[in-house]
T-cell receptor, first 108, second 114 residues
Framework: KNEVEQSPQNLTAQEGEFITINCSYSVGISALHWLQQHPGGGIVSLFMLSSGKKKHGRLIATINIQEKHSSLHITASHPRDSAVYICAVSKGAQKLVFGQGTRLTINP | SQTIHQWPATLVQPVGSPLSLECTVEGTSNPNLYWYRQAAGRGLQLLFYSVGIGQISSEVPQNLSASRPQDRQFILSSKKLLLSDSGFYLC?????????????FGEGSRLTVL
């Protein structure tokens, strides 16, 4: 079993829908990162969380340390949100463990 | 502002040929630098990280090596490429370790070994 599991692996939705991507992890962590990888391959950091909730525009990230679970939400989704979303956890000593990613497609 | 440049963006190399991927960071000093590989359909795997000039830590035994000749320069090399070295390579940096600092990625280098 992977230390970081994301669900779903693939998600297709219509423009305007509310999107939720989940991340569960099985190890103790110092922080959790949400990353966005566009079709060209470049990766952008969206959030870094160690507790609670963060919001940036239409994106919201939450983390529950006790349950070892994080969610990334996208409100009023748009085709430009189509990308692979990756969850990664910091285990310490420069180490990040990455999930497999969730491929999101938003249709107009 | 801080930027990170990585090149080449794409390369196709024959088995047994050498490799050199370069990454430079601008706008910051003494960054922590990382090389990741993303094989097709798989998650990111940490290959090397560096906390300072000449300091390289390897995460997995492999056919690759890394060097940091200058504070903001990180190079990934191989003397003889294998088919299994194909993948998407990403350089990244952070001002602190990823427990506390946001991670910034380069544009990536797509390597195909034939």
């Amino acid at each position: 079993k992977n230390e970081v599991e994301q669900s779903p692996q693939n998600l297709t939705a219509q423009e305007g829908e509310f999107i939720t991507i989940n991340c569960s992890y099985s190890v103790g962590i110092s922080a959790l990162h949400w990353l966005q990888q566009h079709p060209g391959g470049g990766i952008v950091s969206l959030f870094m969380l160690s507790s609670g909730k963060k919001k940036h525009g239409r994106l919201i990230a939450t983390i529950n340390i006790q349950e070892k679970h994080s969610s990334l939400h996208i409100t009023a989704s748009h085709p430009r949100d189509s990308a692979v979303y990756i969850c990664a956890v910091s285990k310490g000593a420069q180490k990040l463990v990455f999930g497999q990613g969730t491929r999101l497609t938003i249709n107009p | 502002s801080q930027t990170i440049h990585q090149w080449p963006a794409t390369l196709v190399q024959p088995v047994g040929s050498p490799l050199s991927l370069e990454c430079t960071v601008e706008g910051t000093s003494n960054p922590n630098l990382y090389w990741y590989r993303q094989a097709a359909g798989r998650g990111l795997q940490l290959l090397f990280y560096s906390v300072g000039i000449g300091q390289i830590s390897s995460e997995v035994p492999q056919n690759l090596s890394a060097s940091r000749p200058q504070d903001r320069q990180f190079i990934l090399s191989s003397k003889k490429l294998l088919l299994s070295d194909s993948g998407f390579y990403l350089c990244a940096w952070t001002v602190r370790d990823p427990n506390t600092g946001e991670l910034f990625f380069g544009e990536g280098s797509r390597l195909t070994v034939l």
